[in-house]
């Protein structure tokens, strides 16, 4: 199940400039880019715990009942990006990337600055900034006791 539905999707970007390609996607299309986004999104690693053990996606948490606004938003902008043809694992192997010769006979990487959005799988870095205030921070440490 999918953070946000066509239509919430569609209302979204209706208040966007440059949403042709979703706006030219078919229903069909919009509805697997929403749930390969939903996919993209669970497996980031969130602070607090879900509301209900065992539900099928990572919100809503901490007890709310419904998924905040910002998910919803990353949710479409990452189903954007996916319809506009941008494929994560390309994105990750071209993450160094700072240079590339005449006709791909040579390339250049930076090995030390890597665009945490790209390391994520996150495929637009629109919705990695509403995803960003939800993530717990990489260098935590967290134990649990069985």
């Known amino acids: 199940m ?3 539905d066509e239509t919430e999707a569609d209302a979204y970007f209706a208040m966007k400039v440059n ?7 078919d229903s069909a299309d919009k ?3 929403l749930n390969n986004a939903t996919l993209i999104i669970d497996r980031l690693g969130f602070c607090g715990a879900v509301t209900t053990e065992g539900q099928a996606n990572e919100f809503p948490r901490d007890g709310d ?3 905040p606004e910002d ?5 479409s902008e990452i189903a954007n990006a ?8 390309v994105e990750y ?3 160094k990337m700072i240079s590339q010769g005449y006709a791909n006979v040579r390339s250049t990487y930076d090995r030390n600055d890597a665009q945490p959005h790209v390391l994520a799988g996150v495929p637009s870095v629109v919705a990695w900034q509403y995803l960003m205030p939800y993530l717990i921070d990489p260098r935590t440490i967290v134990l649990n006791r069985v």
Not at 19 to 25: H, I, K, R, V, Y
Not at 82 to 89: N, R, T
């Open 2 to 4: 999918s953070y946000s």
């Open 19 to 25: 949403s042709d390609c979703w706006d030219a996607a």
């Open 31 to 33: 509805i697997v880019a």
């Open 65 to 67: 009942t419904v998924v």
């Open 71 to 75: 998910i919803k938003r990353a949710n």
């Open 82 to 89: 996916l319809i506009d043809g941008v494929d994560p694992d």
């Open 93 to 95: 192997e071209n993450l």
